[in-house]
């Protein structure tokens, strides 16, 4: 072959390959771009940062800080598996759980997390925080996320939603958390908020004209119709009253912790709880690879029912209506390491 003729063939490959290298060089330009448009950070939200899933990360902490907090989450799981064991007879009556039992466990795939939420248990602000999570940089900041928005069922995957092979799958590989609160003060909030509310209609109309209807004497056509002027004595007696149980499951806002979420069916790595919010969200978020530039929202709430407020919402309760109700939830109490209230008076 002639010289001439090599030469020619030489730099046509020559130029094949410098075509090549600038070509594959501005497909990485654009891609880093992309990747960097999805999150004001300037790190990407919608995959986990680095190789370790958070349960790696809770049950083999890299960090010092993250070691000592394990040791108390670790106490927290304990607590629920001793308790269910020693209850084993009303804590697991069902052997099997459906997929309607799994609509509150709320499923973020690009973090492996699992969250099941309880209401009246900052559930709407970790709620935004998975719409953040799992809305691949739609979303930055949770406090621009309105509340009604958060709980509109669509804008979070639920374990539900999966085929049983995917269910059990990420019932394995996922970390599974839940956030709990002293059981009476939850319920005191569920009531402030659901029925001394006058926007709360829908659940004046659903619930608080069966209440009266069941429990006031003498009760006015106006309040039979309305529902809007439940005492706190008239839910108590609709809360224990066989009738109540028999009739339907109890709605969210005031169904145990242990009805919602069947702890003792699954097992939650992290039981996260309302007097420690803010310490337990955030290290859920530091598990989850997320926790240097997504923080758990707080902002001060005067209206928040505090023990002193359950105390006194208390008072007027029987001490047979007191017992009754603490068998109720007897179990959440004792599953999440909560004591008898000071001020219950049990027969």
């Given at each position: 072959?002639?010289?001439?003729?090599?030469?020619?063939?030489?730099?046509?490959?020559?130029?094949?390959?410098?075509?090549?290298?600038?070509?594959?060089?501005?497909?990485?330009?654009?891609?880093?771009?992309?990747?960097?448009?999805?999150?004001?950070?300037?790190?990407?939200?919608?995959?986990?940062?680095?190789?370790?899933?958070?349960?790696?990360?809770?049950?083999?902490?890299?960090?010092?800080?993250?070691?000592?907090?394990?040791?108390?989450?670790?106490?927290?799981?304990?607590?629920?598996?001793?308790?269910?064991?020693?209850?084993?007879?009303?804590?697991?009556?069902?052997?099997?759980?459906?997929?309607?039992?799994?609509?509150?466990?709320?499923?973020?795939?690009?973090?492996?997390?699992?969250?099941?939420?309880?209401?009246?248990?900052?559930?709407?602000?970790?709620?935004?925080?998975?719409?953040?999570?799992?809305?691949?940089?739609?979303?930055?900041?949770?406090?621009?996320?309105?509340?009604?928005?958060?709980?509109?069922?669509?804008?979070?995957?639920?374990?539900?939603?999966?085929?049983?092979?995917?269910?059990?799958?990420?019932?394995?590989?996922?970390?599974?958390?839940?956030?709990?609160?002293?059981?009476?003060?939850?319920?005191?909030?569920?009531?402030?908020?659901?029925?001394?509310?006058?926007?709360?209609?829908?659940?004046?109309?659903?619930?608080?004209?069966?209440?009266?209807?069941?429990?006031?004497?003498?009760?006015?056509?106006?309040?039979?119709?309305?529902?809007?002027?439940?005492?706190?004595?008239?839910?108590?007696?609709?809360?224990?009253?066989?009738?109540?149980?028999?009739?339907?499951?109890?709605?969210?806002?005031?169904?145990?912790?242990?009805?919602?979420?069947?702890?003792?069916?699954?097992?939650?790595?992290?039981?996260?709880?309302?007097?420690?919010?803010?310490?337990?969200?955030n290290y859920v978020l530091?598990?989850?690879?997320?926790?240097?530039?997504l923080k758990f929202p707080?902002?001060?709430?005067?209206?928040?029912?505090?023990?002193?407020?359950?105390?006194?919402?208390?008072?007027?309760?029987?001490?047979?209506?007191?017992?009754?109700?603490?068998?109720?939830?007897?179990?959440?109490?004792?599953?999440?390491?909560?004591?008898?209230?000071?001020?219950?008076?049990?027969?």
């Open positions: 072959m002639k010289p001439g003729l090599l030469e020619v063939m030489r730099m046509n490959r020559i130029c094949r390959m410098v075509l090549a290298t600038c070509l594959g060089s501005f497909i990485l330009v654009i891609f880093y771009f992309q990747i960097m448009r999805r999150s004001p950070f300037g790190v990407d939200i919608c995959c986990r940062k680095g190789s370790r899933s958070p349960l790696q990360e809770l049950y083999n902490p890299t960090q010092l800080e993250l070691s000592n907090t394990a040791v108390l989450h670790q106490m927290r799981r304990d607590q629920v598996i001793d308790t269910c064991r020693a209850n084993s007879a009303v804590s697991r009556k069902r052997r099997v759980l459906t997929p309607n039992d799994l609509k509150h466990l709320v499923v973020d795939e690009d973090h492996e997390l699992i969250y099941c939420y309880v209401p009246k248990v900052a559930c709407t602000n970790w709620k935004r925080l998975m719409m953040v999570l799992t809305g691949r940089g739609k979303y930055s900041d949770p406090m621009e996320i309105p509340a009604n928005e958060a709980h509109v069922s669509a804008n979070l995957k639920t374990l539900n939603q999966y085929s049983i092979p995917e269910i059990n799958h990420r019932l394995k590989s996922y970390m599974k958390f839940l956030f709990v609160r002293e059981p009476f003060e939850r319920l005191v909030s569920a009531y402030r908020n659901k029925f001394t509310q006058k926007y709360n209609t829908s659940f004046h109309k659903r619930y608080g004209t069966k209440i009266i209807r069941r429990q006031r004497k003498n009760a006015t056509q106006e309040a039979l119709r309305k529902g809007d002027d439940v005492k706190f004595e008239e839910f108590v007696a609709y809360l224990i009253d066989p009738h109540t149980q028999r009739e339907e499951p109890f709605n969210e806002h005031w169904q145990t912790v242990y009805s919602l979420c069947h702890p003792c069916h699954i097992h939650y790595d992290l039981v996260g709880k309302y007097e420690t919010l803010e310490e337990d969200s530091q598990l989850a690879g997320v926790g240097s530039y707080t902002y001060a709430k005067s209206t928040r029912t505090t023990d002193e407020m359950t105390t006194e919402f208390f008072q007027n309760i029987s001490s047979e209506h007191q017992t009754q109700l603490y068998e109720v939830y007897k179990l959440d109490f004792l599953m999440f390491n909560y004591s008898v209230p000071s001020y219950l008076k049990l027969e």
